[in-house]
């Protein structure tokens, strides 16, 4: 067999979009999924098999997995949510623990217990700064920096190190734009792959449906980097950190987001369309109607 076949249909499983029933979430293996819940919202994620794919797949497949977020900050450039991803159950845990210590703490200082007093500060001080190290974002970049460092032979190394410096040059304080552009870029083109294939499923070519769809895609391909490298450039050639630069790169930042969320719409209700043999498509063809409306506000942007 191919050595590539478990890759593929690993990646095609990780790409193909979760099928429900009586609210659970399955894979395309038929895999009952396990529930996340974060501070924000509650998702089913599917995870990437061990040793399948290196780090770089995983973060285009897979990139809301923990997999993938634990990359992200290995590398650098994860952000709080990433670390929330991974530490799913701290935010519960904590709230059990302080929940348990206040009540504690209520009788203690009523009765003016001094050891009691200064042993309820010190248990409420230590999860603090457990959370200051588990959040600390610089901890999981210099472990990054010294796994990178090892090799260090010759000076030619050196010098194509700096490359990536002056390219990611830019203010400081615009650098967290930089980390949710690239992110976005990643999601987009996860969502891009897996409709394009599902809009070759549903109206296989040649059909004038089939060729509407895949031209209001490639437009939104188009704009979507156009917004991405506007963003980009902002922050590289901004020279203060102004309220006008921020509302500009966010502004395109939004628009990013509107196109990956409609290509999301899209995809869910092409999956909708292919499972419900014999219904009429217009629902899809709304939709098709607003992600071209979409195109069009985001072009007069």
């Known amino acids: 067999m191919n050595s590539q076949t478990p890759k593929s249909h690993e990646i095609k499983r990780l ?11 399955y894979d395309s293996e038929g895999n009952l999924l396990k529930c996340s819940e974060t501070l924000s919202d509650v998702r089913f994620t599917i995870e990437p098999k061990d040793n399948l794919l290196n780090d770089n797949e995983i973060l285009q497949y897979a990139p809301e997995s923990k997999s993938a977020s634990a990359i992200r900050l290995k590398r ?8 929330l991803a ?3 159950s701290l935010p519960w845990i904590l709230a059990l623990y302080y929940t348990v210590l206040i009540s504690i703490a209520i009788p203690v200082t009523y009765e003016k217990h001094i050891f009691g007093m200064y042993l309820i500060l010190v248990l409420f001080i230590i999860p603090l700064i457990y959370l ?20 260090k032979k010759e000076t030619k190394t050196e010098k194509v190190a700096e490359a990536p410096v002056e390219e990611s040059s830019g203010l400081d304080s615009l650098k967290m734009y930089e980390k949710e552009i690239n992110n976005l870029k990643v999601l987009f083109g996860v969502k891009e792959k897996v409709v394009r294939e599902l ?24 704009l979507f980097n156009v917004q991405a490298d506007g963003a980009s450039n902002i922050i590289k050639l901004a020279a203060e950190d ?11 930042i939004d628009a990013m987001k509107r196109i990956i969320d409609q290509i999301e719409d899209l995809t869910n209700e092409l999956v909708i369309n292919i499972s419900s043999a014999g219904e009429s498509p217009e629902e899809v063809k709304n939709l098709l109607d607003d992600m071209e409306n979409l195109i069009d506000s985001v072009k007069d942007y």
């Open 199 to 222: 809009i070759e499923k549903r109206f296989q070519p040649p059909q004038i449906t089939y060729d509407r769809f895949i031209s209001a895609v490639d437009s939104c391909d188009k």
């Open 76 to 83: 650098g450039f994860g952000s709080i949510w990433d670390v």
């Open 132 to 151: 200051f190290f588990t959040f600390n974002l610089k901890r999981y970049a210099k472990n990054n920096v010294s796994e990178v460092k090892v090799p």
């Open 15 to 25: 790409t193909t979009p979760l099928t429900f029933e009586n609210s659970r979430a």
């Open 86 to 88: 991974i530490h799913e």
């Open 242 to 252: 102004t309220p006008r630069v921020r509302e500009e790169i966010e502004n395109k």
